[in-house]
């Protein structure tokens, strides 16, 4: 993917550029607002990485004029000010994903990932999700795998949803919680991994290949 | 304190102020005094001129000018009259009457006079004789004079004049007086307040305001003072055990950190060792940021700003999202999650600080239950004695009644909780959404086990 990355601090940009240029993304870098500005107007990226705090101007009115003039790229906003209302800004203020800093660079890569394939995979709205033998059938809320019926409680099968909508890419345990409970609070407890678990267990037992598989130190990933 | 310090002060002022309140009012009522004495006897000595006049022109009407002069000069014997009567030939030559000469004063417009007596016999503390008198020119040229001397009218209204000048001057100086008695009163004790805030100032925090008992403005002022300083004094104890804690709970892991990477340096030989160590210190890392965004949420909810984006929350639906949420992990640690939802309630609040909160009680249930257990999470009210309510409640080994403010404070942890982890954040979360919303923390004996309920304020209900 071809990605922005829109951020004052040299040291954490450098970090930044490093690790998704060593994850196969080529990447751009635009040391302030004024720059960052121009250059996602004049280029195609898929992602568009802001930070809220630029030199002379915040990241919000940034992506306000971006949305503004019509430019779609999805933004992922990286904010110090992690609390609920400033989250709910910038998600207004046309952004698609915010991390709180400081977050680890799993969580980082993940969320572009999930963001470029957002964009790639278009608004369409599916019926039918399909990962290799995995079928889910959004209108019937049915799910099979092969030639198996898989009963799902409702949580479970939006959990599934998730994955798949997301297939091949990891999905950390914040991303599940923001998106299938919608909750910006990270529990003591390891709720997360107990849900995947009880989820791996009805789609890959009794057969000979894991779907759900486990990244270290980062979250999960579907894939065939 | 100097006196010059006196006039500057803002009770003198306001002393002066009452001081010249109090005069003008003093002065109205003296002007009315003067109008009803002296005024009184003016407006008398006029009329009694017009009852002569009267009389007179009744006599001219009928007997033209023999009949005047006769009763003039019959009016005019009268011993001690204070009445003047001249009548005089068109030449004003004196015809008849007690004054010896037509005045030489020109009389206003209505026919009023004012004059000096010039023959009159000079009274010893040699006082002019003043008189007021009306002037009429009768036919055929003659003129006559009717006045009364106003000499005794003057002195009166003179005695009257100097009487209220000394009342005046008294009531200046007894106000004058009390004001500035007033007012160095007031100020001796501000000037008190002032000189003990100085103090403190320079250090003296355990200094307090005299308070005199008398329950008036400046007592209340200084125990509001008192108040005052007692909560920051409570705020700044409470400040240095948190920093006394983030430096001793944070330097622990810290110091773990260091050392586990030290060892790594000098003992690990293989990219697996390294990897293991490395994750290790991510992990340690982790838990040192857990501790720090626990503290902001504490923080962002005591600054009371999102109040700003409270809304509608159904405490029903947070209780069954979060069960939702909890469950599988409930039953892998050997519980029971029961949602037990009597009814509907709806309160003014954040959804996602008042799920956090829930979730850190369901995080403690967890920790601290037995395997076997029941953990329930119950929403009710507002009944009539309690508003409404969401709680959590526990089998686990509870907490002894005398301990329960102690674990809302941070990085408190009960000696019986040491083992396990947790950073002695949780309830302080807790506790500081609760306050947030208005609400109550309430803590209970389950026998066994803990309640812990949040109780919300009754609000009409939405």
């Known amino acids: ?47 568009l990485i802001v930070d809220r705090l630029l030199p002379g101007r915040d990241g919000l009115s940034l992506v306000e004029i971006l949305r503004g003039a019509g430019t779609d790229t999805p933004v992922l906003f990286l904010s110090a000010l992690g609390s609920v209302d400033d989250r709910v800004r910038g998600l207004r203020a046309g952004g698609d994903d915010y991390l709180t800093k400081p977050y680890a660079f799993s969580e980082l890569l993940a969320r ?18 399909q990962v290799a033998d995995l079928e889910m059938d959004l209108l019937a809320r049915r799910v099979r795998r092969g030639t198996k019926q898989i009963d799902l409680l409702p949580r479970e099968f939006r959990l599934l949803e998730y994955l798949m909508r ?11 919680l923001e998106n299938v409970w919608d909750y ?24 000979p290949t894991p779907m759900i598989h486990t990244v270290r130190g980062a979250g999960y990933t579907l894939r065939a | 304190m100097p006196d010059l310090g006196l ?57 033209r000018l023999p009949g005047l002069i006769e009763v003039v000069n019959a009016r005019s014997a009268t011993p001690r009259t204070s009445t003047l009567y001249l009548v005089a030939s068109p030449t004003y030559a004196p015809l008849a009457g007690n004054l010896s000469a037509w005045p030489d004063a020109a009389p206003d417009p209505d026919g009023w006079v004012e004059f000096e007596i010039k023959d009159a016999p000079p009274t010893p503390d040699g006082r002019r004789h003043d008189a007021r008198a009306v002037m009429f020119t009768l036919s055929g040229g003659y003129h006559l004079l009717v006045g009364r001397d106003t000499r005794e009218r003057g002195q009166f209204q003179e005695r009257v004049l100097i009487s209220l000048a000394w009342a005046l001057l008294l009531t200046i100086g007894l106000g004058a007086a009390g004001g500035v008695l007033i007012s160095r009163n007031v100020m001796h004790r501000i000037d008190a307040i002032n000189r003990t805030t100085r103090q403190i100032m320079s250090g003296a925090l355990q200094e307090r305001m005299a308070v ?43 110091t773990r950190l260091r050392s586990r990477l030290e060892i790594t340096l000098v003992e690990c030989s293989g990219e697996d060792e390294y990897r293991g160590a490395i994750q290790e210190a991510i992990g340690e890392a982790d838990r040192l940021l857990g501790i720090f965004s626990a503290l902001l949420s504490i923080a962002e909810a005591e600054a009371g700003t999102l109040q700003r984006s409270f809304h509608k929350v159904a405490l029903a639906d947070i209780a069954r999202r979060i069960a939702d949420l909890y469950e599988p992990a409930a039953e892998e640690a050997g519980l029971s999650l029961d949602s037990d939802i009597q ?13 956090q909160a829930v979730a850190n009680l369901l995080d403690n249930a967890l920790k601290y239950s037995p395997t076997g257990g029941r953990v329930t999470l119950t929403v009710d009210g507002p009944d009539g004695s309690r508003g409404a309510f969401i709680s959590v409640a526990d089998g686990g080994p509870g907490i002894p009644a005398d301990q329960r403010e102690s674990v809302l404070r941070r990085f408190v942890r009960l000696e019986s ?10 309830l302080s979360l807790v506790d500081a959404v609760a306050r947030l919303h208005g609400a109550r923390l309430e803590m209970d004996d389950n026998r066994p086990g803990l309640i812990v309920a949040i109780v919300f304020p009754r609000i009409g209900a939405g």
């Open chain 1, 1 to 47: 993917m071809k990605i922005l990355v829109i951020e004052d601090d040299a040291q954490a940009a450098a970090y930044m550029v490093k690790g998704l240029r060593e994850s196969g993304h080529v990447v751009d870098h635009a040391a302030d607002g004024k720059d960052g500005l121009f250059m996602a107007g004049s280029e195609n990226y898929d992602v």
């Open chain 1, 112 to 129: 572009v990932e999930a963001l470029g394939r957002r964009k790639s995979a278009g608004a369409a709205a599916t019926t039918r999700l």
């Open chain 1, 166 to 176: 997301h297939a091949g890419n990891v999905v950390t345990r914040t991303m599940l």
């Open chain 1, 184 to 207: 910006h609070f990270d529990p003591q407890t390891n709720v997360i991994d107990v849900h995947v678990a009880r989820l791996r267990q009805k789609i890959d037992r009794d057969f």
């Open chain 2, 7 to 63: 006039l500057r002060t803002t009770t003198f002022r306001v002393a002066l102020l009452y001081l010249g309140l109090f005069l003008a009012s003093v002065l109205v009522i003296l002007g009315l005094i003067y109008w009803f004495t002296a005024g009184f006897i003016e407006r008398q000595t006029d009329e009694t001129i017009a009852a002569e006049i009267a009389g007179l022109r009744e006599h001219y009407r009928q007997r």
């Open chain 2, 212 to 254: 005199k008992g008398s329950g008036d403005e400046l007592d209340q002022l200084a125990g509001n003072l008192n108040a005052m300083l007692d909560q920051i004094e409570q705020l700044m104890v409470g400040m240095r055990q948190v920093s006394d804690s983030i430096a001793h709970d944070l330097r622990t892991p810290l």
């Open chain 2, 343 to 355: 009814a509907e309630p709806v309160v003014l609040g954040n959804q996602q600080l008042l799920a």
């Open chain 2, 417 to 426: 909780s040491r083992s396990s982890p947790g950073n002695g954040l949780g």
